[in-house]
């Protein structure tokens, strides 16, 4: 089975723009879990979706959101990029909603989004 | 999530024995302690989980205090492959509602010296 996937792997972008950035989950996961690390905060979690239905936020202001396709491929924007957004950002999925079963989350390796 | 306590880094030489320990202090009845690392460029990986008893899987062992309040992951035979850093964190497993997603601390960072 193949992994979770991220595209793109690295992006730069500046400040007042906006980004897209897209995780492809393991086939049959419908839970996709969205998390931003940094090396002052560590790894924060932004939100969950579960069958196209986002089940929970985290505390980040309204620029993150996110959604997730029937195919449950999920994409997060963000927009208005200040300079405290540079990070990486991880997605992971699971077959099961966060909370669930064994909660084994499986992580991709991560987007690492450069805000000039 | 209830807090953990680790310690920021650890030393160990290729193929011994690592003990890597982690405080729960303010742990409630149902709360999973759960083991993740993270090698370089990479994301999070799991590593074992457990809720009483002691566990073990092909990556590593978990050892849990009797009171809960600790617990240890153990690698048996450390390698080079396995420096990274790891994450012990706790989670309530929910019958059915939500949940936060997962909460990491600043973990261990483990040194492996060949």
């Not at chain 1, 999925?93 to 000039?116: I, K």
């Not at chain 2, 030393?11 to 709360?31: A, M, Y």
């Not at chain 2, 062992?61 to 706790?90: F, G, M, N, P």
Request: aromatic share 10%; hydrophobic share 30%.
């Amino acid at each position: 089975k193949a992994g979770v996937t991220q595209t793109p792997r690295y992006l730069i972008k500046t400040r007042g723009q906006q980004v897209t950035l897209s995780c492809s989950p393991i086939s049959g996961h419908r839970s996709v879990s969205w998390y931003q690390q940094t090396p002052g905060q560590g790894l924060q979690f932004l939100f969950e979706y579960f069958s196209e239905t986002q089940r929970n936020k985290g505390n980040f202001p309204g620029r993150f959101s996110g959604r997730q396709f029937s195919n449950s491929r999920s994409e997060m924007n963000v927009s208005t990029l200040e300079l405290g957004d540079s990070a990486l950002y991880l997605c992971a999925s699971n077959e099961f909603p966060a909370g669930v079963s064994y909660n084994e989350q499986f992580f991709g390796p991560g987007t690492r989004l450069t805000v000039l | 999530d209830a807090k953990t306590t680790q310690p920021n880094s650890m030393e160990s030489n290729e193929e011994e024995p690592v003990h890597l320990p982690c405080n729960h202090s303010t742990i409630s009845g149902t709360d999973y302690i759960h083991w993740y690392r993270q090698l370089p460029s990479q994301g999070p990986e799991y590593v074992i989980h457990g809720l009483t008893s002691n566990v073990n899987n092909r990556m590593a062992s978990l050892a849990i205090a009797e009171d809960r309040k600790s617990s240890t992951l153990i690698l048996h035979r450390a390698t080079l492959r396995d420096a990274a850093v790891y994450y012990c964190i706790l989670r309530v497993l929910y019958s059915g509602g939500g949940a936060d997603g997962l909460t990491f601390g600043k973990g261990t960072h483990l040194i492996i010296q060949p």
